[in-house]
């Protein structure tokens, strides 16, 4: 099983829901960079279950021990590590899943790949083990806010509540985190009745790359938007990504979906490339345009739901089941920072490899 992901910002995840820890392992990180147990803690914070009514009641304080890698504040360019400990895991829940299948879940398919699987809250497969990835994006944009550049998500719709208003500094004063107070209002009433009705809903994440120069991104198989794609939907209850006006680009025309160019002068009289339009998301021939580079992810209605549902078990009997333990009745808000960290990764790795683009980069360093 590999989990493994990037080329030169390389991280290795490790661990289970009901395992004793979850981390990461970071290769390939610069030296040089400013790097705390708070930096990691204000992103994990964000991820951490039994924040409200609308996530799992699992309490977890989610703290992060660096284990190696940083040295009197600052990255030393050797193998970041960093865990978080396990601590209200009840087993127990999950006794009656031993033999059964969960529709929508990862249960049938790792039976039928590994010959054994972990049953207990899903394992590998739980959405647990994003906390590996939130650490490895907390480093990530750490170093991407020092070279300039700045990613932000949100949440753009719960079930067929979309937001109508754009407003970031609302994302943090409500639990949806949807940047229009109205638009959230509608939606936990919305998410209200479903958890009385033993159901889960999904959503639409928006994500918004700011100031990220031209040039990033191979131009065959790492295109940019390709790298984020895979990035996306190797989070688990990830059904879809999208960049610019994405599906919709479909219906256009040619004329309607090109992005004019045009001369931008700024206030000093310097002169750049810039379009008038974006329906491109940021991204030309897979490779970074200067422009800001827009994608939403499309997120599943949890799997896990308390109403009766239809299943097998490995016997190949037909069973009835009712699904226990915590779970979350909506992933979308916890999974924010968890887009936010993959696009931070993939961003990073792939501005490292950028560094060898152009033989002009390599003589400013040794030249």
């Known amino acids: 099983m590999s989990s493994v ?28 960079i400013k790097l705390s147990e708070e930096d990691i803690q204000e992103y994990l914070d964000r991820r951490r279950p039994g924040q409200s009514k609308f996530t799992t009641p699992r309490k977890e304080d989610d703290l992060c021990k660096i284990m190696s890698g940083v040295f009197e504040g600052q990255t030393t360019g050797t193998p970041i590590m960093v865990m978080v400990e396990n601590t209200s895991q009840i087993s127990t829940d ?31 497969s739980s959405g647990r083990e994003t906390i590996a990835r939130v650490i490895a994006g907390a480093v990530a944009i750490k170093a991407l806010k020092e070279l300039g550049v700045n990613i932000s998500a949100f949440t753009q719709s719960i079930g067929p509540v979309h937001v109508r208003n754009f407003d970031l500094e609302q994302c943090a004063l409500n639990p949806l985190y949807m ?21 889960s809903a999904g959503g639409i994440i928006s994500c918004i790359v700011r100031d990220l120069p031209v040039g ?16 996306m939907l190797s989070i688990g209850a990830v059904k879809g990504v999208e960049f610019g006006a994405g599906f919709a680009s479909a219906s256009m025309r040619g004329s309607e979906s090109n992005d004019p160019f045009f001369i931008k002068e700024d206030e000093n009289g310097n002169k750049k490339v810039a379009k008038r339009s974006n329906n491109s998301g940021g991204v030309l021939g897979g490779i970074s345009d200067g422009s800001t580079l827009i994608m939403n ?54 501005m490292l490899k950028n560094m060898s683009a152009r033989f002009e980069n390599v003589r400013k360093v040794y030249g």
């Open 216 to 231: 990033i991104g191979e131009p065959v198989f790492d295109k940019l938007d390709a790298v984020l794609a895979k990035a």
């Open 179 to 199: 940047p229009d107070y109205e638009a959230a209002l509608v939606a936990q009433d919305y998410l209200s009745k479903l958890i009385e009705e033993k159901d």
């Open 297 to 350: 992810v499309a997120v599943k209605p949890t799997s896990s739901i308390s109403s009766k549902q239809l299943t097998v078990n490995k016997y190949l009997e037909e069973v009835e089941l009712e699904v226990g333990g915590r779970h979350d009745p909506l992933i979308v808000p916890r999974a924010v920072v968890v887009v936010e960290a993959m696009a931070a990764i993939s961003v990073f790795d792939l």
């Open 94 to 124: 999950y006794d009656e899943l031993v033999d059964v299948y969960r529709p929508g879940h990862a249960d049938f398919t790792f039976d039928q790949k590994y010959g054994i699987r972990d049953h207990r809250g899903g394992g590998r």
């Open 5 to 32: 992901f990037g080329d030169i910002f390389k991280i290795s995840t490790f661990g289970e829901s009901h395992a004793s820890a979850i981390g990461v392992i970071i290769d390939g990180c610069p030296s040089g």
